[in-house]
T-cell receptor, first 115, second 113 residues
Framework: ETGVTQTPRHLVMGMTNKKSLKCEQH?????MYWYKQSAKKPLELMFV???????ENNSVPSRFSPECPNSSHLFLHLHTLQPEDSALYLC??????????????FGEGSRLTVL | KQEVTQIPAALSVPEGENLVLNCSFT??????LQWFRQDPGKGLTSLLL?????REQTSGRLNASLDKSSGRSTLYIAASQPGDSATYLC????????????FGKGTHLIIQP
């Protein structure tokens, strides 16, 4: 148990569906992250939120829409995805303030399959 | 752009052996380096974090070293056990705020009983 919880753990959706991934952290952290993990590729940083403000968008297509209503919750809204978007989506959190260790804590991931 | 390389990509050894996993990074201006473990279909578990000012960190049978100037880190696993079988990921950060991590592709480790 890392203190970062992701739901759902598995999701199958068609290309025309709209779905959302949810992440919640119980660590009192201020920064939250979305990563994508595809087969045979390194983890790719998608979005970063620090104190609820988006600080990084790593050229992610607009069919992925993040939302961070508070420092404990992070969502990834999915719309008109492509089969190549099938991957493990990992959420992480860290303290977020400068001068800290910068250590990241990850959730178990949401396995997404796009048909 | 920071790039992280892990060698070997895969490793299979008999139980009880000591082994070393290697990680290299192209930009030495890092803030910290983290080693993670990932079991199949699971998330990442943090094993060790080394700050840029540190040379090594130890936790149980694991020891990680950092040579920042040469852009290298090693993860040493002593007396390996079948339960150590997993993918080991190395990642570096450029800052201690909310900078995120740059990852390598990992080393897939199998410990044979």
């Amino acid at each position: 148990e890392t203190g970062v919880t992701q739901t759902p753990r598995h999701l199958v959706m068609g290309m025309t569906n709209k779905k959302s991934l949810k992440c919640e952290q119980h660590l009192g952290h201020n920064a939250m992250y979305w990563y994508k993990q595809s087969a045979k590729k390194p983890l790719e940083l998608m979005f970063v939120y620090n104190f609820k403000e988006q600080t990084e968008n790593n050229s992610v297509p607009s069919r992925f829409s993040p939302e961070c209503p508070n420092s404990s919750h992070l969502f990834l809204h999915l719309h008109t995805l492509q089969p190549e978007d099938s991957a493990l989506y990992l959420c992480a959190s860290s303290r977020g303030a400068s001068g800290n260790t910068g250590e990241l804590f990850f959730g178990e991931g949401s396995r997404l399959t796009v048909l | 752009k920071q790039e992280v390389t892990q060698i070997p990509a895969a490793l299979s050894v008999p139980e009880g052996e000591n082994l070393v996993l290697n990680c290299s990074f192209t930009d030495s201006a890092i803030y910290n380096l983290q080693w993670f473990r990932q079991d199949p279909g699971k998330g990442l578990t943090s094993l060790l974090l080394i700050q840029s000012s540190q040379r090594e960190q130890t936790s149980g049978r694991l020891n990680a070293s950092l040579d920042k100037s040469s852009g290298r880190s090693t993860l040493y696993i002593a007396a390996s056990q079948p339960g150590d079988s997993a993918t080991y990921l190395c990642a570096v950060s450029r800052g201690g705020g909310a900078d995120g991590l740059t990852f390598g592709k990992g080393t897939h480790l199998i410990i044979q009983p």
